[in-house]
């Protein structure tokens, strides 16, 4: 069981940038390019783990490739422009495959987001179905963690029958490399022998679970 962190990592932590307070645009123009660059002197602004214990083995030296995006609105000309060094070749695929941007489902009070599909490796095959869903508060284009209620993802009973587990109590690990805190869940799908015969049924469970867990004294 991962409880659901796929889905988390799809769909929270992203931002968007801000139109100017006068303009009624909700849109944006992105662009990026792909470009080779060098660099100004050595080693200036650039650490590589292989020049650490070997100078001058770092495969790209003085030069490396870089990726700018630009996001701008052509209304108000609010623009936000992000660098990075040495990206991977872009992917194009849909939003099935990314885990994010499609309709959720509602369910009562709950709506239900698909998650990331399992990743299989090669583009051209079916992404399948989703490996996660993320059960929330409200229909919106982007979730804050407080609209999380928890989290579905397919599991076996302990007899190998296949059902759905569901994981809940949204809560923040150790910071990642770049500082920023993980989230994850508390208790996670299964371990207490909870299973549910479909993603609906999980959901509506979750809806009536946590709010009793929250208000429960840790």
Known sequence: MTGGLGAL???LGYTT???RPDCTATTWDV????????RSGRNSGHSCPLDADNPGACGHGDSHQALAVRIYCRRCGAATELNAELPAAPMQ???????????PRRCGDLWIYQ??????GILSDQPGEPQWYLVARRN???LDPQDV???????LTPRGKPCFAASWGLTELFPDHDGRPTPCFQHVGGNDGTFFPTVTAAARWLGEKVPAVASTPA
């Open 9 to 11: 990592a799809a769909h």
């Open 140 to 142: 919106a284009p982007r």
């Open 93 to 103: 695929f849909d939003t099935a495959r990314l885990g994010m941007g499609t309709k």
């Open 17 to 19: 940038p801000q139109h």
């Open 31 to 38: 662009d990026y390019r792909l470009h080779h660059t060098v």
């Open 115 to 120: 998650g990331p599909p399992p990743q299989q």
């Open 149 to 155: 209620v928890g989290a579905v993802e397919p599991a």
